[in-house]
Nanobody
């Protein structure tokens, strides 16, 4: 069992940066792949970034590639999402998730956080 709690969301101007954190409980954190998803009002939840259990490989949606960076610190049971050059279209609730492998689909993840709001003003 893994419990996930996101933090770090907020309001930022376009072009600004935010770093999201997701703290996990559970002794098996380091064995899980982790992902970040987002959901804007009226839209489906979409994949943002994923990272393998050992951090050896990362995956990104085309819309965030080159602007966002996912990383993890297994010693701290935490996964991060560094978001730079933010755009108004990045506005959404951001969720972290844990699962057996770093998939790009939400159904591949077993555990989810409650989400944190990111709002980018133009």
């Amino acid at each position: 069992q893994v419990q996930l709690v996101e933090s770090g969301g907020g309001l930022v101007q376009a072009g600004g940066s935010l770093r999201l954190s997701c703290a996990a409980s559970g002794r098996t954190f380091s064995s899980y792949a982790l992902g970040w998803f987002r959901q804007a009002p009226g839209k489906e939840r979409e994949f943002v970034a994923g990272i393998r259990w050992n951090g050896g490989k990362t995956y990104y949606a085309d819309s965030v590639k080159g602007r966002f960076t996912i990383s993890r610190d297994n010693a701290k049971n935490t996964v991060y999402l560094q978001m730079n050059s933010l755009r108004p279209e990045d506005t959404a609730v951001y969720f972290c998730a844990a699962g057996p492998i770093a998939l790009r689909v939400a159904t591949g993840y077993d555990y989810w956080g409650q989400g944190t709001q990111v709002t980018v003003s133009s």
